[in-house]
Protein backbone atom coordinates (compact mmCIF):
# COMPACT_ATOMS: atom_id res chain seq x y z
CA UNK A 1 0.00 0.00 0.00
CA UNK A 2 1.28 3.30 -1.28
CA UNK A 3 1.85 5.87 1.66
CA UNK A 4 -0.70 7.94 0.46
CA UNK A 5 -3.25 5.17 0.41
CA UNK A 6 -2.34 4.58 3.65
CA UNK A 7 -3.43 8.57 5.04
CA UNK A 8 -6.53 7.29 2.77
CA UNK A 9 -7.24 4.41 4.98
CA UNK A 10 -6.63 6.70 8.06
CA UNK A 11 -9.38 9.18 7.64
CA UNK A 12 -11.46 6.51 6.47
CA UNK A 13 -11.30 4.88 10.12
CA UNK A 14 -11.60 8.17 11.67
CA UNK A 15 -14.55 8.94 10.44
CA UNK A 16 -16.23 5.17 10.89
CA UNK A 17 -15.23 5.66 14.39
CA UNK A 18 -16.28 9.34 14.95
CA UNK A 19 -12.29 9.48 16.75
CA UNK A 20 -11.29 13.84 15.38
CA UNK A 21 -8.36 13.25 17.14
CA UNK A 22 -5.11 12.54 15.07
CA UNK A 23 -3.46 9.38 15.41
CA UNK A 24 0.05 10.05 17.43
CA UNK A 25 1.48 7.05 17.71
CA UNK A 26 0.75 4.88 14.23
CA UNK A 27 4.03 3.22 13.67
CA UNK A 28 3.80 4.37 10.35
CA UNK A 29 3.75 8.25 11.35
CA UNK A 30 6.44 7.59 13.83
CA UNK A 31 9.20 6.18 11.62
CA UNK A 32 8.04 9.75 8.99
CA UNK A 33 8.05 11.35 11.75
CA UNK A 34 10.03 14.85 11.03
CA UNK A 35 11.35 17.10 13.84
CA UNK A 36 11.60 21.07 13.73
CA UNK A 37 9.99 24.37 13.98
CA UNK A 38 7.16 25.95 12.13
CA UNK A 39 5.74 29.34 11.68
CA UNK A 40 2.11 29.30 10.68
CA UNK A 41 2.39 33.44 9.85
CA UNK A 42 4.91 35.28 7.65
CA UNK A 43 4.72 37.82 4.77
CA UNK A 44 8.07 37.75 2.72
CA UNK A 45 6.76 39.70 -0.26
CA UNK A 46 4.55 42.24 1.50
CA UNK A 47 6.32 44.52 0.16
CA UNK A 48 4.46 44.38 -3.45
CA UNK A 49 1.52 44.68 -1.26
CA UNK A 50 -0.69 48.18 -0.59
CA UNK A 51 0.88 50.11 -3.58
CA UNK A 52 4.67 48.91 -3.39
CA UNK A 53 6.06 51.82 -1.56
CA UNK A 54 4.73 51.76 1.69
CA UNK A 55 7.13 48.34 2.73
CA UNK A 56 10.96 49.70 2.27
CA UNK A 57 13.35 46.79 1.27
CA UNK A 58 13.12 43.83 -0.46
CA UNK A 59 13.80 39.64 0.57
CA UNK A 60 16.15 39.48 -2.14
CA UNK A 61 17.30 41.42 -5.15
CA UNK A 62 19.13 39.67 -8.53
CA UNK A 63 21.81 42.74 -7.78
CA UNK A 64 22.41 41.79 -4.29
CA UNK A 65 21.91 42.96 -1.03
CA UNK A 66 23.14 46.64 -1.88
CA UNK A 67 20.46 46.84 -3.33
CA UNK A 68 17.63 44.63 -1.62
CA UNK A 69 17.82 46.78 1.78
CA UNK A 70 17.33 50.22 0.91
CA UNK A 71 15.40 52.74 2.55
CA UNK A 72 12.33 53.96 1.15
CA UNK A 73 13.01 57.32 -1.17
CA UNK A 74 10.40 59.23 0.87
CA UNK A 75 12.30 58.39 3.99
CA UNK A 76 15.18 60.35 2.62
CA UNK A 77 17.04 61.90 4.18
CA UNK A 78 16.32 61.58 7.93
CA UNK A 79 12.59 59.86 8.01
CA UNK A 80 11.18 63.35 8.90
CA UNK A 81 8.42 62.43 5.94
CA UNK A 82 8.56 59.12 6.67
CA UNK A 83 4.66 59.89 8.64
CA UNK A 84 3.29 55.99 8.35
CA UNK A 85 6.65 54.79 10.28
CA UNK A 86 6.85 56.77 12.68
CA UNK A 87 2.83 56.63 13.65
CA UNK A 88 3.39 53.11 13.42
CA UNK A 89 6.73 52.88 15.71
CA UNK A 90 6.58 56.10 18.43
CA UNK A 91 1.88 56.56 17.58
CA UNK A 92 3.34 60.11 16.38
CA UNK A 93 3.52 60.72 12.88
CA UNK A 94 6.32 62.81 13.38
CA UNK A 95 9.62 61.48 14.20
CA UNK A 96 13.44 60.52 12.22
CA UNK A 97 15.86 57.83 11.47
CA UNK A 98 18.62 57.17 9.61
CA UNK A 99 17.40 55.58 6.08
CA UNK A 100 20.89 54.34 5.32
CA UNK A 101 20.14 50.08 5.62
CA UNK A 102 22.94 48.25 4.05
CA UNK A 103 26.49 48.41 5.00
CA UNK A 104 25.36 50.13 8.56
CA UNK A 105 21.94 49.73 8.94
CA UNK A 106 21.68 51.67 12.49
CA UNK A 107 17.93 52.10 12.69
CA UNK A 108 17.01 49.90 10.93
CA UNK A 109 15.57 46.53 10.85
CA UNK A 110 14.35 46.65 14.38
CA UNK A 111 11.83 44.74 15.99
CA UNK A 112 9.39 47.72 16.34
CA UNK A 113 10.05 49.29 12.88
CA UNK A 114 7.04 48.26 10.81
CA UNK A 115 7.52 49.97 7.29
CA UNK A 116 11.41 47.95 6.63
CA UNK A 117 12.02 45.06 5.66
CA UNK A 118 12.58 42.15 8.55
CA UNK A 119 12.93 39.06 6.10
CA UNK A 120 16.19 39.23 4.17
CA UNK A 121 16.88 35.90 2.67
CA UNK A 122 19.64 35.11 4.12
CA UNK A 123 17.83 36.21 7.35
CA UNK A 124 15.68 33.69 6.66
CA UNK A 125 18.13 31.41 5.70
CA UNK A 126 19.83 31.02 9.39
CA UNK A 127 16.51 30.75 10.98
CA UNK A 128 16.35 27.48 8.96
CA UNK A 129 19.67 26.74 10.17
CA UNK A 130 18.44 26.91 13.49
CA UNK A 131 15.69 24.61 13.36
CA UNK A 132 12.78 26.39 10.81
CA UNK A 133 11.25 23.70 8.80
CA UNK A 134 7.76 24.87 7.79
CA UNK A 135 6.61 28.30 6.68
CA UNK A 136 3.54 29.25 5.62
CA UNK A 137 4.12 32.81 3.71
CA UNK A 138 0.75 34.26 3.11
CA UNK A 139 0.41 36.68 0.32
CA UNK A 140 -1.03 39.68 1.32
CA UNK A 141 -2.89 42.62 0.17
CA UNK A 142 -5.20 45.24 1.47
CA UNK A 143 -7.08 47.99 -1.18
CA UNK A 144 -8.35 50.45 1.06
CA UNK A 145 -4.47 50.68 2.72
CA UNK A 146 -3.08 50.90 -1.03
CA UNK A 147 -6.00 53.93 -1.88
CA UNK A 148 -5.06 55.59 1.21
CA UNK A 149 -1.18 55.70 1.21
CA UNK A 150 -0.69 58.51 -0.67
CA UNK A 151 2.69 57.41 -3.11
CA UNK A 152 2.32 53.82 -5.23
CA UNK A 153 4.04 51.77 -8.20
CA UNK A 154 1.55 49.19 -8.02
CA UNK A 155 -2.07 48.92 -8.89
CA UNK A 156 -4.57 48.75 -5.35
CA UNK A 157 -6.17 45.88 -7.12
CA UNK A 158 -5.76 42.58 -4.30
CA UNK A 159 -5.85 39.64 -6.24
CA UNK A 160 -3.21 41.11 -8.72
CA UNK A 161 -1.16 41.86 -5.44
CA UNK A 162 -1.39 38.58 -5.10
CA UNK A 163 -0.55 37.03 -8.11
CA UNK A 164 2.47 39.01 -8.38
CA UNK A 165 3.63 38.16 -4.97
CA UNK A 166 3.09 34.73 -5.82
CA UNK A 167 5.40 34.96 -8.68
CA UNK A 168 8.52 36.77 -6.52
CA UNK A 169 8.25 33.58 -4.04
CA UNK A 170 9.07 31.42 -6.85
CA UNK A 171 11.73 34.63 -8.18
CA UNK A 172 13.48 33.79 -5.12
CA UNK A 173 13.17 30.40 -5.03
CA UNK A 174 14.99 30.00 -8.40
CA UNK A 175 17.31 32.51 -6.94
CA UNK A 176 18.25 30.07 -4.04
CA UNK A 177 18.32 27.39 -6.06
CA UNK A 178 21.34 29.18 -8.22
CA UNK A 179 23.45 29.73 -5.31
CA UNK A 180 23.06 25.96 -4.30
CA UNK A 181 23.77 24.21 -8.24
CA UNK A 182 20.73 24.50 -9.53
CA UNK A 183 17.20 24.05 -10.27
CA UNK A 184 15.81 21.96 -6.61
CA UNK A 185 19.17 22.49 -5.06
CA UNK A 186 17.44 24.89 -3.01
CA UNK A 187 16.83 25.14 1.03
CA UNK A 188 13.84 26.95 0.10
CA UNK A 189 10.67 24.52 -1.52
CA UNK A 190 7.71 25.52 -2.36
CA UNK A 191 5.39 22.69 -1.86
CA UNK A 192 1.98 22.21 -2.85
CA UNK A 193 0.69 18.79 -0.49
CA UNK A 194 1.67 17.30 3.00
CA UNK A 195 3.58 14.83 1.10
CA UNK A 196 5.94 17.38 -0.90
CA UNK A 197 6.45 19.27 2.19
CA UNK A 198 7.39 16.13 4.24
CA UNK A 199 9.81 14.88 2.02
CA UNK A 200 11.13 18.60 1.46
CA UNK A 201 11.28 18.30 5.73
CA UNK A 202 12.92 15.02 5.83
CA UNK A 203 15.32 15.80 3.45
CA UNK A 204 16.33 19.16 5.96
CA UNK A 205 15.28 21.71 3.64
CA UNK A 206 12.31 24.54 4.53
CA UNK A 207 9.30 23.41 3.41
CA UNK A 208 7.33 26.76 2.30
CA UNK A 209 3.34 26.83 1.95
CA UNK A 210 1.64 29.71 0.20
CA UNK A 211 -1.23 31.20 1.91
CA UNK A 212 -3.30 34.35 1.49
CA UNK A 213 -4.65 36.79 3.50
CA UNK A 214 -6.36 39.72 2.11
CA UNK A 215 -9.24 41.51 2.54
CA UNK A 216 -11.24 41.21 -0.19
CA UNK A 217 -10.96 38.06 -1.78
CA UNK A 218 -11.84 37.78 -5.50
CA UNK A 219 -13.37 41.25 -4.85
CA UNK A 220 -15.72 40.24 -2.77
CA UNK A 221 -16.46 43.60 -0.92
CA UNK A 222 -19.70 45.53 -0.02
CA UNK A 223 -20.95 48.26 -0.77
CA UNK A 224 -23.25 49.81 1.65
CA UNK A 225 -24.66 46.04 2.28
CA UNK A 226 -24.68 45.15 -1.06
CA UNK A 227 -22.07 42.39 -2.09
CA UNK A 228 -20.11 42.44 -4.97
CA UNK A 229 -19.14 39.28 -5.96
CA UNK A 230 -20.91 35.85 -6.57
CA UNK A 231 -20.49 32.21 -6.20
CA UNK A 232 -19.14 32.03 -9.77
CA UNK A 233 -16.55 34.58 -8.71
CA UNK A 234 -15.61 32.67 -5.31
CA UNK A 235 -15.42 29.31 -7.41
CA UNK A 236 -13.08 30.72 -10.07
CA UNK A 237 -11.09 32.71 -7.29
CA UNK A 238 -10.58 29.48 -5.17
CA UNK A 239 -9.71 27.52 -8.55
CA UNK A 240 -6.73 30.32 -9.36
CA UNK A 241 -5.77 30.40 -5.89
CA UNK A 242 -5.35 26.50 -5.46
CA UNK A 243 -3.69 26.50 -8.99
CA UNK A 244 -1.44 28.90 -7.97
CA UNK A 245 -0.05 26.44 -5.23
CA UNK A 246 -2.05 28.18 -1.94
CA UNK A 247 -2.84 25.98 0.33
CA UNK A 248 -4.03 28.28 3.40
CA UNK A 249 -6.66 30.95 3.16
CA UNK A 250 -8.19 33.65 5.49
CA UNK A 251 -11.82 34.05 4.66
CA UNK A 252 -11.85 38.19 5.97
CA UNK A 253 -8.84 40.20 7.37
CA UNK A 254 -9.08 43.98 8.61
CA UNK A 255 -13.05 45.29 7.13
CA UNK A 256 -15.96 43.34 7.02
CA UNK A 257 -16.58 42.47 3.51
CA UNK A 258 -18.85 39.99 1.39
CA UNK A 259 -17.80 36.78 3.11
CA UNK A 260 -17.39 37.88 7.26
CA UNK A 261 -17.33 40.64 9.73
CA UNK A 262 -13.77 41.01 11.22
CA UNK A 263 -12.62 40.72 14.68
CA UNK A 264 -11.96 44.60 15.42
CA UNK A 265 -8.92 46.68 16.50
CA UNK A 266 -7.94 48.54 19.31
CA UNK A 267 -6.50 51.97 20.12
CA UNK A 268 -5.40 54.33 17.40
CA UNK A 269 -5.38 51.63 14.56
CA UNK A 270 -8.56 50.26 15.54
CA UNK A 271 -10.01 53.89 14.83
CA UNK A 272 -8.04 54.01 11.83
CA UNK A 273 -9.41 50.21 10.50
CA UNK A 274 -13.03 51.55 11.49
CA UNK A 275 -12.15 54.26 9.39
CA UNK A 276 -10.90 51.98 6.50
CA UNK A 277 -13.95 50.22 6.83
CA UNK A 278 -16.55 53.49 6.23
CA UNK A 279 -14.33 53.96 3.03
CA UNK A 280 -14.20 50.27 1.65
CA UNK A 281 -17.85 49.22 2.12
CA UNK A 282 -19.68 52.51 3.10
CA UNK A 283 -20.32 51.87 6.52
CA UNK A 284 -18.49 51.88 10.39
CA UNK A 285 -18.04 48.69 12.39
CA UNK A 286 -21.66 47.68 13.91
CA UNK A 287 -20.85 46.33 17.30
CA UNK A 288 -23.18 45.18 20.35
CA UNK A 289 -22.80 44.48 24.14
CA UNK A 290 -21.41 40.69 23.94
CA UNK A 291 -23.82 38.10 25.97
CA UNK A 292 -21.85 34.97 26.15
CA UNK A 293 -18.26 34.13 27.09
CA UNK A 294 -16.36 34.90 23.25
CA UNK A 295 -15.48 38.26 22.02
CA UNK A 296 -14.47 40.25 19.53
CA UNK A 297 -11.44 42.94 20.80
CA UNK A 298 -12.80 46.15 22.22
CA UNK A 299 -13.42 49.08 20.10
CA UNK A 300 -12.02 51.92 22.31
CA UNK A 301 -13.62 54.64 22.96
CA UNK A 302 -11.07 57.26 23.15
CA UNK A 303 -9.38 55.76 19.57
CA UNK A 304 -8.28 58.91 17.86
CA UNK A 305 -7.58 59.47 14.12
CA UNK A 306 -4.27 61.14 13.39
CA UNK A 307 -3.80 64.37 11.51
CA UNK A 308 -2.86 62.54 8.50
CA UNK A 309 -5.83 60.00 8.11
CA UNK A 310 -8.21 62.34 9.80
CA UNK A 311 -9.02 64.49 6.34
CA UNK A 312 -10.06 61.24 4.81
CA UNK A 313 -13.64 60.91 6.70
CA UNK A 314 -15.87 62.73 4.79
CA UNK A 315 -17.63 66.08 5.96
CA UNK A 316 -19.80 66.06 9.12
CA UNK A 317 -18.55 62.69 9.92
CA UNK A 318 -16.75 61.17 13.07
CA UNK A 319 -16.16 58.13 14.52
CA UNK A 320 -19.46 56.19 15.88
CA UNK A 321 -19.77 55.65 19.77
CA UNK A 322 -20.64 52.10 20.51
CA UNK A 323 -22.34 50.39 23.89
CA UNK A 324 -20.62 49.05 26.59
CA UNK A 325 -17.39 46.88 26.39
CA UNK A 326 -17.19 43.67 25.74
CA UNK A 327 -17.63 44.12 22.13
CA UNK A 328 -18.92 41.77 19.31
CA UNK A 329 -19.28 42.44 15.81
CA UNK A 330 -22.39 41.84 14.39
CA UNK A 331 -21.56 41.14 11.41
CA UNK A 332 -21.27 37.13 11.12
CA UNK A 333 -20.33 34.30 8.15
CA UNK A 334 -22.58 35.76 5.31
CA UNK A 335 -24.13 32.90 2.54
CA UNK A 336 -21.26 33.65 0.19
CA UNK A 337 -18.85 33.12 3.61
CA UNK A 338 -20.56 29.81 3.55
CA UNK A 339 -19.87 28.85 0.37
CA UNK A 340 -16.48 29.91 0.67
CA UNK A 341 -16.15 27.59 3.71
CA UNK A 342 -17.47 24.70 2.10
CA UNK A 343 -15.28 25.24 -1.48
CA UNK A 344 -11.66 25.62 0.31
CA UNK A 345 -13.46 22.25 2.27
CA UNK A 346 -13.68 20.58 -1.08
CA UNK A 347 -10.72 21.77 -2.47
CA UNK A 348 -8.72 20.57 0.78
CA UNK A 349 -7.23 23.62 1.92
CA UNK A 350 -6.64 25.20 5.36
CA UNK A 351 -9.07 27.55 6.88
CA UNK A 352 -7.84 30.19 8.72
CA UNK A 353 -10.38 31.76 11.48
CA UNK A 354 -8.01 34.81 12.52
CA UNK A 355 -9.54 38.18 12.03
CA UNK A 356 -13.13 36.77 11.65
CA UNK A 357 -15.52 37.52 14.21
CA UNK A 358 -16.80 35.75 17.24
CA UNK A 359 -19.83 35.16 15.47
CA UNK A 360 -18.19 34.10 11.67
CA UNK A 361 -16.11 31.58 13.68
CA UNK A 362 -18.99 29.99 15.24
CA UNK A 363 -20.39 29.46 12.10
CA UNK A 364 -17.21 28.62 10.32
CA UNK A 365 -16.43 25.68 13.04
CA UNK A 366 -19.69 24.90 12.64
CA UNK A 367 -19.16 23.81 8.79
CA UNK A 368 -16.39 22.09 9.86
CA UNK A 369 -17.43 20.32 12.89
CA UNK A 370 -20.79 19.08 10.44
CA UNK A 371 -17.71 17.91 8.02
CA UNK A 372 -15.47 16.24 10.24
CA UNK A 373 -12.79 18.35 8.71
CA UNK A 374 -9.63 18.98 10.68
CA UNK A 375 -8.21 21.40 8.71
CA UNK A 376 -8.29 24.88 10.76
CA UNK A 377 -5.82 27.16 12.20
CA UNK A 378 -5.25 30.03 13.99
CA UNK A 379 -1.84 31.09 13.10
CA UNK A 380 -1.33 34.45 14.51
CA UNK A 381 -3.20 35.04 18.41
CA UNK A 382 -6.29 37.10 16.47
CA UNK A 383 -8.88 34.45 17.44
CA UNK A 384 -11.30 34.53 20.91
CA UNK A 385 -9.55 31.55 23.26
CA UNK A 386 -12.90 30.14 24.00
CA UNK A 387 -12.46 28.31 20.38
CA UNK A 388 -9.44 26.49 21.27
CA UNK A 389 -11.01 23.55 22.43
CA UNK A 390 -13.23 23.13 18.99
CA UNK A 391 -10.14 23.77 16.94
CA UNK A 392 -8.12 21.29 19.16
CA UNK A 393 -11.30 18.91 18.84
CA UNK A 394 -11.29 18.84 15.30
CA UNK A 395 -7.70 17.98 14.28
CA UNK A 396 -6.68 21.39 13.73
CA UNK A 397 -3.74 23.94 14.85
CA UNK A 398 -2.89 26.76 16.89
CA UNK A 399 0.29 28.97 16.47
CA UNK A 400 0.91 31.72 18.95
CA UNK A 401 1.57 35.11 17.88
CA UNK A 402 5.63 36.26 18.23
CA UNK A 403 5.11 37.93 21.22
CA UNK A 404 7.95 38.74 23.71
CA UNK A 405 9.95 35.46 25.03
CA UNK A 406 8.30 35.95 28.76
CA UNK A 407 4.37 36.69 27.15
CA UNK A 408 5.05 33.71 24.78
CA UNK A 409 6.21 31.18 27.19
CA UNK A 410 3.10 32.65 29.98
CA UNK A 411 0.88 31.65 26.61
CA UNK A 412 2.47 28.59 25.80
CA UNK A 413 2.04 27.40 29.50
CA UNK A 414 -1.27 28.50 30.26
CA UNK A 415 -3.06 26.31 27.38
CA UNK A 416 -0.92 23.16 27.66
CA UNK A 417 -3.25 21.33 30.10
CA UNK A 418 -5.91 22.11 26.98
CA UNK A 419 -3.29 20.57 24.50
CA UNK A 420 -2.85 17.49 27.12
CA UNK A 421 -6.95 16.77 26.71
CA UNK A 422 -7.20 16.32 23.25
CA UNK A 423 -3.77 14.47 23.08
CA UNK A 424 -2.30 17.44 20.86
CA UNK A 425 2.17 16.93 20.20
CA UNK A 426 3.21 20.35 18.82
CA UNK A 427 3.54 23.70 19.35
CA UNK A 428 4.49 26.54 17.01
CA UNK A 429 4.14 30.07 16.25
CA UNK A 430 3.21 32.94 13.75
CA UNK A 431 5.55 35.55 13.47
CA UNK A 432 4.17 37.87 11.22
CA UNK A 433 7.21 39.47 9.42
CA UNK A 434 6.35 42.25 7.46
CA UNK A 435 2.95 42.19 8.52
CA UNK A 436 2.75 45.45 9.98
CA UNK A 437 3.15 44.04 13.23
CA UNK A 438 6.05 44.28 16.10
CA UNK A 439 8.27 41.35 16.45
CA UNK A 440 9.46 40.22 19.60
CA UNK A 441 11.41 42.60 21.57
CA UNK A 442 14.17 42.18 24.37
CA UNK A 443 13.40 40.55 27.52
CA UNK A 444 13.17 42.29 30.54
CA UNK A 445 15.84 42.03 33.10
CA UNK A 446 17.61 39.73 31.05
CA UNK A 447 20.76 40.63 32.50
CA UNK A 448 20.82 37.97 35.13
CA UNK A 449 20.09 34.98 32.25
CA UNK A 450 21.21 36.26 29.12
CA UNK A 451 21.56 34.29 26.01
CA UNK A 452 24.73 33.49 25.58
CA UNK A 453 26.72 32.87 22.23
CA UNK A 454 27.28 31.10 20.91
CA UNK A 455 24.70 28.75 21.49
CA UNK A 456 23.99 25.24 20.04
CA UNK A 457 20.87 25.05 17.67
CA UNK A 458 17.82 22.51 19.45
CA UNK A 459 19.56 19.79 17.52
CA UNK A 460 22.92 20.14 18.32
CA UNK A 461 23.38 20.85 14.75
CA UNK A 462 25.48 23.74 14.40
CA UNK A 463 26.37 26.37 16.64
CA UNK A 464 25.24 30.36 15.98
CA UNK A 465 27.28 33.14 16.53
CA UNK A 466 26.01 37.00 16.67
CA UNK A 467 24.02 37.41 13.26
CA UNK A 468 26.32 39.82 11.17
CA UNK A 469 25.07 41.94 7.99
CA UNK A 470 27.47 44.33 6.65
CA UNK A 471 28.76 46.38 9.82
CA UNK A 472 25.91 45.71 12.15
CA UNK A 473 25.98 42.79 14.69
CA UNK A 474 22.94 41.83 16.39
CA UNK A 475 22.27 40.56 19.63
CA UNK A 476 18.88 39.40 20.70
CA UNK A 477 19.66 40.11 24.46
CA UNK A 478 19.56 44.12 23.39
CA UNK A 479 17.84 44.13 19.87
CA UNK A 480 15.42 41.30 20.42
CA UNK A 481 14.16 40.27 17.22
CA UNK A 482 15.21 43.38 15.07
CA UNK A 483 14.69 40.73 12.12
CA UNK A 484 14.07 37.56 11.29
CA UNK A 485 17.32 35.70 11.33
CA UNK A 486 17.39 36.61 14.87
CA UNK A 487 14.01 33.71 15.61
CA UNK A 488 16.78 30.95 16.83
CA UNK A 489 18.00 33.06 19.69
CA UNK A 490 14.73 34.36 20.28
CA UNK A 491 14.06 30.66 21.12
CA UNK A 492 17.47 29.67 22.64
CA UNK A 493 16.15 32.89 24.94
CA UNK A 494 13.14 31.22 25.90
CA UNK A 495 14.95 28.27 26.93
CA UNK A 496 16.79 29.92 29.35
CA UNK A 497 13.67 30.77 31.25
CA UNK A 498 11.49 27.86 30.42
CA UNK A 499 13.52 24.89 29.61
CA UNK A 500 14.01 22.17 27.62
CA UNK A 501 10.38 21.65 27.36
CA UNK A 502 8.83 24.53 25.54
CA UNK A 503 11.87 24.04 23.16
CA UNK A 504 10.53 20.29 22.20
CA UNK A 505 6.85 21.56 22.17
CA UNK A 506 8.63 23.60 19.41
CA UNK A 507 10.83 21.26 18.07
CA UNK A 508 7.17 19.04 17.23
CA UNK A 509 5.80 21.79 15.62
CA UNK A 510 6.54 21.23 11.95
CA UNK A 511 4.99 17.57 12.34
CA UNK A 512 1.84 18.82 13.88
CA UNK A 513 1.33 21.01 10.91
CA UNK A 514 2.27 18.11 8.42
CA UNK A 515 -0.27 15.98 10.41
CA UNK A 516 -3.18 18.24 10.48
CA UNK A 517 -2.40 18.85 6.72
CA UNK A 518 -2.56 15.13 6.11
CA UNK A 519 -5.78 14.77 7.59
CA UNK A 520 -7.36 18.03 5.76
CA UNK A 521 -5.94 16.10 2.57
CA UNK A 522 -7.41 12.31 3.10
CA UNK A 523 -10.27 14.16 4.39
CA UNK A 524 -11.08 15.90 1.68
CA UNK A 525 -9.88 12.52 -0.77
CA UNK A 526 -12.24 10.45 1.53
CA UNK A 527 -15.00 12.97 1.01
Avoid at 46 to 69: I, N, T
Avoid at 88 to 100: K, L, N
Avoid at 142 to 154: A, E, S
Avoid at 350 to 364: C, G, N, P, W
Amino acid sequence: MSRRSALAAIAVLLLVTGTLTIPRTSPAAAEAEVRGFVDAHSHLFSYEAFGGLLMCGRPFHAQGVEKALTDCADHHPNGELAWYENLTRTGSPTGTHDPVGWPTFRDWPAHDSLTHQQAYYTWVERAWRGGLRVMVNHLVANRQLCVIYPLKRNACDEMASIRRQAERARELQDHIDAEHGGPGQGWFRIVRDPAEARQVVQAGKLAVVLGVETSEPFGCRTLLGIPRCTRGQIDRGLDEMHALGVRSMFVCHKYDNALCGVRFDSGTQGAIVNLGNLLSGGSFWQARTCTGPAHDNPIDPGGVLPDPIAGLLPPGVSLPLYPPAPHCNTRGLTELGEYMVKGMIERGMLVEIDHMSVKAAERTLDLLEAARYPGVISSHSWTDPHFFGRVYALGGMITQYGHDAEHFVAEWARTEPLRREHRIAGYGYGLDVNGMGRLPGPRAGNSGNPVTYPFATFDGGERLDRLRTGERVWDVNTDGVANYGLVPDWIEDMRIIAGDEIVRDLAAGAEAYLRMWEAASSSRSST
